[in-house]
């Protein structure tokens, strides 16, 4: 008789675990870039909340900005889980699990990083397949990248501050699989410098998020314009490849960098 009442108990507890795994909630990402891969992966009907930024807005319910978002708007969808970026939202994780909220960090800040959040967002959604689905496609487009031109490259997040992309950053990494050297490759990850600095390097091209034509002193440098979404680890980086590939062959063709001999 013990030894029937031991059986339904673990069989109880078998079950009970069983439903917790399988429990698919909502989930709210204050991520823009996340919102895309988890479509993508395909546990787009479990978001049921984004930021005021995301790309998909307009079919979620908005639940504020990055930094100060609406809490009780977030309460109130119940979600499991909330995606939140670390360092910029360290506030807001300890707010989000002060009022009971789990958060999942999906800050990629390099390509290889990029592929490893992929791949765990994956597992964490259950979404596994999906997920290695989507990262051996950005596998492929990398492993496809030739080099169009020899050049020195400079990348220009933000000119008020001036901050610049150096080593062991997501566009960096890119750019230098099309040939190019990062002229501020002695900085690690993203920093201010000064205009001086910039006027005074030696490089060929100029990347940047937003409009920069007519600028004194970058007369002879080959400018290459891109949306802040392809500076940024996410989906873009497939548009983000066929837009470097196209451009910096211009840059070729107009002399202003040198082909790849």
């Not at 596998?139 to 496809?144: A, F, S």
Request: glycine share 8%; with cysteine; hydrophobic share 40%.
């Amino acid at each position: 008789m013990w030894f029937f009442y031991r059986v339904r108990v673990t069989f109880i507890g078998f079950l009970i675990l069983f439903n917790c795994a399988e429990r698919k909630g909502g989930i709210v990402s204050l991520v823009p870039s996340a919102d895309m891969i988890i479509y993508e992966i395909g546990a787009g009907e479990r978001l049921v909340g984004v930021s005021t930024y995301s790309p998909i807005k307009g079919s979620k319910t908005v639940v504020g900005d990055l930094i100060n978002p609406d809490y009780e708007r977030i309460r109130s969808l119940s979600p499991d889980l909330v995606i939140i970026t670390l360092p910029m939202q360290n506030r807001v994780k300890e707010r989000l699990e002060n009022l009971g909220m789990k958060t999942y960090d999906f800050s990629p800040e390099s390509v290889e990083e990029l592929i490893r959040d992929i791949l765990d967002l994956g597992r964490v959604l259950g979404k596994e397949e999906g997920a290695k689905k989507l990262a051996d496609s950005i596998e492929r487009v990398l492993r496809e990248i030739e080099p169009v031109g020899d050049f020195s490259f400079v990348v220009i997040i933000s000119e008020s501050p001036i901050f610049v992309a150096g080593r062991n950053t997501y566009i960096s990494e890119i750019l230098k699989l099309f040939g190019g050297k990062n002229h501020f490759s002695y900085l690690d990850g993203y920093k201010g410098v000064s205009v001086e600095e910039v006027l005074s390097g030696n490089f060929d091209v100029v990347v940047v998020p937003y409009e920069f034509s007519g600028r004194i002193g970058f007369e002879n440098k080959c400018i290459i314009k891109l949306s802040p979404d392809q500076i940024s680890p996410g989906l873009e980086i497939f548009s983000l490849i066929d837009s470097l590939r196209s451009r910096i062959a211009v840059c070729v063709e107009k002399n202003l960098v040198r082909p790849i001999r």
